[in-house]
């Protein structure tokens, strides 16, 4: 059994930054892939980061490359999604996730696997 909790969300203003971190209660943490997903308003849920095990391969989508970074400590039990330069179309509720499958990252981001854990998410909104 996993445990996942969301933090760090909250209001900024569009071109800010915000880093959100999860806090994993798991006994072997540090053998499992994480990713963040989020779900805006009205729109379907939208798998925007993975990463490894071990944090040697990340992947992402389209839409957030080259702005946002995600990233583990596994001595902490934690993952972070840093995000820079924010946009008000990132505005949604982001979600921590967790496998213990560890497929490759893009499996996941592309939609090929799914992930068998889930925070309960954290508002992220982005002002114009």
């Known amino acids: 059994q996993v445990q996942l909790v969301e933090s760090g969300g909250g209001l900024v203003q569009a071109g800010g930054s915000l880093r959100l971190s999860c806090a994993a209660v798991a006994r072997t943490f540090s053998t499992y892939a994480m990713g963040w997903l989020r779900q805006a308003p009205g729109k379907e849920r939208e798998f925007v980061a993975a990463?490894?095990?071990?944090?040697?391969?990340?992947y992402y989508a389209d839409s957030v490359k080259g702005r946002f970074t995600i990233s583990r400590d596994n001595a902490k039990n934690t993952v972070y999604l840093q995000m820079n330069s924010l946009k008000p179309e990132d505005t949604a509720v982001y979600y921590c996730a967790a496998d213990f499958r560890d497929a490759l990252p893009e499996s996941y981001v592309l939609g090929y696997t799914t992930m068998n854990y889930w925070g309960v998410g954290a508002l992220v909104t982005v002002s114009s």
């Open positions: 990463i490894s095990w071990s944090g040697s391969s990340t």
